[in-house]
């Protein structure tokens, strides 16, 4: 018996994300090719969930008991970007478990569908110990928004 066949990923439109943030790219950014590398997207999905979560007051760099940890990521490219392009970041959660979080992060330049589109999660844990912790109430309410 074969496994089905993974469907092929797919641009979305940017109606499919809640919340957006404008990213400037970088004459860096860009690689040998003239585009912006991979490694940046990955760059860019952080910035705009941290931003997110910060001005949001659900995460404090300096002082939060509780910290998120990324255990998996991927992401899917469709159209080509490059410096000088103003990117936006659009974010949305999938996935709100009791300590984990799955955010899927679509990027998008000239286009109202994703150049790329990505996935992290995030599982929860205490500072310290690292051993993960159900997701602090402010934190909550703010994903759930996100749903």
Request: proline share 6%.
């Amino acid at each position: 018996m074969h496994a089905p066949t993974p469907q092929k990923p797919e641009p979305e439109a940017r109606q499919a994300y809640r919340v957006f943030r404008s990213i400037a790219t970088r004459w860096m950014d860009n690689d040998a090719y003239g585009h912006v590398n991979n490694v940046v997207y990955y760059s860019w999905f952080d910035t705009a969930v941290n931003a997110y979560l910060i001005e949001q007051g659900a995460l404090d760099i300096h002082t939060s008991e509780t910290i998120g940890l990324v255990v998996e990521t991927g992401c899917n490219y469709f159209a080509p970007l490059a410096f000088p392009q103003v990117v936006e970041v659009g974010i949305r959660v999938a996935r709100l478990g009791s300590s984990s979080v799955r955010y899927e992060v679509g990027v998008f330049g000239d286009s109202d569908l994703t150049a790329a589109k990505g996935h992290f999660v995030h599982v929860y844990v205490d500072a310290a110990s690292r051993r993960p912790v159900p997701l602090p109430t402010k934190l909550k309410s703010v994903l759930e928004h996100l749903l």
